[in-house]
């Protein structure tokens, strides 16, 4: 049994975690942070946590939060980087779902998130929390950055492409879609029922925070610099993003598509690769920690068309996190993890 602390405990992904960390039979949370919210008891903010945990929020405080084993920060970024250099400099492992450590270039994190880096020694250090590409790292590692949303969903869609240099690696287009909570618990006139319901809307089309983190870990898996036009948009929906990937063959002789993501993903837990010319729908995915994928050639062309579904709280933050906590201490992977998707 470890102990787990949590610093931001009343947004999106902070109750996701407290929901999925409420079935992991190795974890104990004994800390959970908000400055806002402090001395209320969890299950009174949230009631489907009531009889799983009987704790009240508190302000991040280091002493305690150093007694714990392993220390979550669901938190906006630039919060992170305020406390993990001491956390760690006390032996705690700590586990970032923010974008704090994320990218390696720190000048090109400051330019998109507007920030001074307080701790650039420690992104060298951090490994970049996507499984299915640094497994072995993660297992060692004492602090890690977990990947985005958008690019968890972006980079496996296009991984088997790009790690077999099949594809133009100058010419990639992700145009993707998430749910209203991707944008946070905050208060925001555009995520409000009456102004995101029954309207699809592209925001960030001249570039988005996410770029240069999907850039980055398509262009590790390509071994060059990847050209990519990234647009996000915003759904009708709560939960959920579904990634439509282009790229163009080099070749046009069918290479075998169906099979290279089946071999690629064979032994991933959390990654369904469907029948060929399948399409995964987000609701498929929803409450799960599942990126669910399909491959399309449309007219047999040089196009390539992969399709992504993910439930952007759970494999895109969330329970993605309990993942790679899972194999940081040696868990079963998927322990914590077997919910289903919910239909409808």
């Known amino acids: 049994m470890i102990r787990v602390g949590i610093v931001g405990g009343t947004g999106y992904t902070g109750v996701e975690l407290l929901r999925v960390l409420a079935n992991h039979p190795e974890v104990q949370v004994d800390v959970i942070t908000s400055r806002s919210e402090e001395g209320i008891r969890v299950a009174d903010m949230f009631p489907n946590l009531r009889g799983h945990y009987d704790l009240a929020f508190t302000v991040p405080d280091v002493e305690r939060l150093s007694a714990c084993d392993v220390v ?3 938190t906006p970024h630039g919060v992170a980087m305020s406390m993990a250099p001491e956390l760690v400099a006390r032996g705690v492992r700590v586990i970032d779902l923010g974008a704090d450590f994320r990218i390696k270039d720190v000048p090109l994190w400051e330019k998109w998130y507007g920030l001074s880096h307080t701790c650039p020694d420690l992104v060298e250090k951090a490994v970049y929390g996507l499984p299915e590409v640094n497994r072995e790292a993660i297992a ?3 602090l890690v950055a977990c990947a985005g949303c958008y690019p968890t969903a972006a980079q496996l869609g296009y991984l088997p492409l790009l790690e077999k240099g099949l594809v133009d690696h100058r010419r990639l287009i992700a145009d993707c879609k998430s749910g209203a909570s991707g944008a946070g618990r905050g208060a925001n006139v555009g995520t409000l029922l009456c102004e995101a319901s029954e309207s699809v809307k592209a925001y960030g089309a001249s570039g988005h925070r996410h770029l240069p983190e999907i850039r980055q870990g398509l262009s590790r898996a390509a071994g060059r610099e990847v050209g990519l036009t990234f647009v996000p948009h915003l759904m009708p929906m709560i939960r959920g993003i579904h990634a439509t990937l282009y790229s163009t063959l080099k070749d046009p002789v069918d290479p075998g598509l169906q099979e290279l993501f ?4 064979a032994n991933e837990p959390f990654v369904d690769v ?16 599942v990126c669910r994928i399909s491959v399309h050639r449309p007219q047999d062309d040089e196009t390539v068309v992969v399709l992504s579904v993910i439930d952007n709280l759970v494999k895109g933050a969330s329970g993605q996190a309990v993942q790679v906590m899972n194999i940081m201490f040696g868990f079963d992977e998927t322990s914590g993890l077997g919910s289903v998707g919910l239909m409808p």
């Open 72 to 74: 979550f920060f669901a």
């Open 140 to 142: 060692g590692a004492q």
């Open 262 to 265: 089946e071999e690629r993903f």
């Open 274 to 289: 469907m029948p060929f010319g399948s399409h995964p729908e987000t609701r498929s995915v929803r409450g799960s920690n």
